[in-house]
């Protein structure tokens, strides 16, 4: 049948994306960002964020994902595969591609945060330019849209517990911006005032 194959192929793609998306991550957040001097430290951060440490997290992360890799017991018609699979495709692509933009966008700005505490570089930057333009939390977001998309494209637990992990995310990103407001005071309230958290404005907010 055509909609298996293309399904299928597909999903490999959409596999092998997201596997580079991960290694970036790690490679950049991870194993780059968390070796570049420290400023600003908040909580728990200088425990938690540790190469050693955040490596493990994050093979245990992708571990249970890996157990979790098990069809959700739902039982679609032919139309609803059709519907499932171009949404979830757009959305996940489209999720992937928000989220390496802005790591491209960050550059040196990126590294690994948590939601017991945030870690800034020394002379940290605000970046608002790019996807920042648009949400504060453009990478969040991404990874949302993405998981949303994948629950679509392959209906399996592991997306379903990705989807949920939205929470902490939204932990994380409130952790970060206090850190940013003690770090650049009426520049990030400014920024704060002219750009939303997670949905884009239609209209541009006049400065």
Request: charged share 15%.
């Amino acid at each position: 049948m055509i909609l298996d194959v293309v399904e299928r192929w597909i999903s490999w793609i959409g596999a092998a994306v997201g596997l580079v998306t991960l290694a970036i991550a790690l490679w950049r957040g991870v194993w780059q960002g968390l070796q570049r001097p420290s400023g600003r430290t908040t909580g728990a951060a200088a425990k938690v964020l540790r190469v050693p440490l955040q490596l493990l997290f994050g093979a245990l992360w992708i571990g249970l994902c890996f157990i979790l890799w098990q069809p959700v017991p739902v039982t679609i018609t032919i139309s609803a595969r059709v519907a499932a699979l171009s949404l979830g495709a757009l959305l996940y692509f489209f999720g992937l591609v928000l989220y390496l933009w802005g790591v491209r966008t960050l550059g040196e700005m990126y590294k690994a945060s948590s939601g017991f505490g945030v870690q800034l570089n020394v002379e940290h930057r605000l970046v608002t330019h790019g996807p920042f333009a648009l949400v504060r939390h453009p990478l969040y977001l991404g990874l949302q849209v993405a998981a949303i998309g994948g629950l679509l494209l392959y209906r399996t637990w592991t997306f379903v517990f990705v989807t949920v992990n939205f929470l902490a995310l939204v932990i994380r990103a409130k952790r970060e911006e206090q850190a940013l407001a003690m770090e650049f005071g009426e520049q990030w309230d400014e920024y704060v005032r002219r750009v939303p958290a997670w949905i884009p404005r239609l209209r541009r907010k006049a400065r």
